[in-house]
């Protein structure tokens, strides 16, 4: 959807005047009508589905289901018990079949015997593929043997704010005990591994009484004889803390931040976290968070560190906190720097304290959520993705202070262990597996006339990269098609859009205020509004005239000047899309080719100012790229036919022919040279000029 200047400003401002109520209560979702003639195999991804998808029940890919059901075994025809369990990776909302390990239930109980106590836990790990049943490909997860040991059916284990916050208090235990009388367990801290599943495994049998289980600092696990019974209770148990907490919460009446602050802080952070590796942004906000934010209390609280693991991995073990007055003072520059510095320095201190001669290298000590009191949360992360998961995990953290301070004392995990998970040898590995990312992870394009064709495939391009891409255009109904269009096949993370008149001083401005918003600032301004017209110069209107410079210079110039102000401290690429006729001049087209002239111009004076601070600008000029195009689609493409004695269907064609390499040049022709001048091929390239005609002699640059 386009944003507009309201919509930007709710995205950082509450919207009730106070949050006392901090969580809602999840309702059941089960549907017998849908779940009835479902196997237990496909009863199980219904409940998780129906479980992932309410955040009040469990964060973004947090948590896992389980289910022991009948299998044949293919290589003896008898029937076995299948441990079905939701495997590494994943989220429990989107996961599909294919998303579960299954392994024989006898053999992950037999490894019990070649257990040689906590100090050799990760080679359990190592040993679960050997249980794999039916040559699954799934890898199995750490909390594999937490499932295993469990004497029940179906069991849930899962991450709901509520419960966390129960966790997270130093009064646990009793809270425990108080709230749910007696009929759920408790076990304290102890990271996930063969040993806790055979520690949950003696107690709930020891507890035939237990409904459930909390697990001091991670969450809770429900267990069930039949899958609507797993479900059903672990919607009423999460309800009952919920309602706990809700009943003696305190309302906070939440500051109400200043755009320019906001704006402000997010592109001197991202400059200053984006030294090494750029970094996009994600903005978190609603009345709970900014409750959250707005008690100093409870962000001390928070400073002390995450309390559950799913957390911290996604956010680093603690946030970097910032007073907002200091960030709009004339030494907010040193302030930032200062209070990154610090950060750098504890999370370098905490990794030497706690480092084992084993353990990992230091990775990135930047902090990856920023909370500004009275103001805002962010997200950093070098991937548009991560940076939405951490922001999502920001307000699961903020959730389970506040409900935790409501119950009783916040309490974090230990730093060490802490540091033992993240940087634990089986996460190293996870690490290691992923994808190399794509050429433009962590770039932010800004492209002008995206509604059009060439602009749409240099989106498509950009996004296949992996970049983040601001897409605007005066066409607001084609606008929206080409968005709706590029969601199909990308994430709609990676794609936003603004509705703006690209000669509109206050509209461009407005526009690069959203994409800072959007994702924290811009690497790439691809400037490609366009129009067209012809007309002999004795005919030549000065409103046309001015139409094609406002369009075709001024258009060029602010967009610049806007992309220039946000690059500087981190350098950046601007290709400007221009045409043959800026060095090729046609016959009646003077209005025209001296705006696309001047444009050309303008792109080597911003080459000269722009080196020193790494900007690289540079050009592309197209000829009669007709398909997709709205320039093509007009008056335009009958004047230049007439101007050839030609009907409007054998323009295409006389062009190809006119060419010296006799071929058509289409939108991702010229796409493939704008995202090579964008990207780091062209790195030690400005000032450049790369035509993409099919070969015109009168448009040679020598």
Known sequence: MSLSQDALIGRIQSGPKSAGLIFNRPASRWDDAVAVGMDEAELLLYRSNLLGSDLSV???????????????????????????VKGS????????ADGFATLYLDRVRGLERLYRG?????EMVGLLPHCTFGLNPRPASIDTPLHAFIPYKHVDHLHPDSVVALAATIESEALTQEIYKGEVGWIGWQRPGFDLGLRIGEAVRAHPHWRGLVLEGHGLFCWGDTARDCYDTSIALIGIATDAINARAQAVTPAIPEQGVVLKAITALRTELSRSTLKVCEIISGADLQAFLSSPALLLEAAKGAACPDHFLRTKPWPLILDPEPLQGEGAGDYLKGAVEAYRDRYRAYHTRCRHPDSPALRDPDPVVVLIRDTCALAFAPDRTAARIAGEYVRNAANVVRGAVALGHYQALAEQEMFDIEYWALEEAKLKRQPKPGPFVGQVAYITGAAGGIGRAVAEQILAGGGCVMLTDIDE???ETVRADLMRSHRADLIRTFVN???????VRASFDACVLAFGGIDILVANAGIASAAAISETTLDLWQANFRVLAEGYFLPSREAFRLMKPLGGAIVFVASKNALAASANTAAYSAAKAAELQLARVLALEGAPHGIRVNVVNPDAVLQG??????????QRAAAYNLKDDELEEFYRLRSLLKRSVLPQDVAEAVVFLAGAGAAKSTGNILNVDAGNAAAFTR
Do not use: C
């Open 477 to 479: 109904v084609r606008l």
């Open 118 to 122: 906590r100090a050799h836990e990760d």
């Open 58 to 84: 469990t964060n973004f890919g947090g948590g896992n289901t389980s289910a022991k059901v009948a299998g044949v075994d293919p290589l003896t025809g008898e029937t076995v018990e299948v441990l079905w």
């Open 501 to 507: 008149d690209v000669a509109d001083e206050a509209a």
């Open 629 to 638: 195009s709205s320039i093509w689609t007009g008056e335009w493409r009958q």
């Open 89 to 96: 990776g994943g989220d429990l909302g989107s996961m599909k």
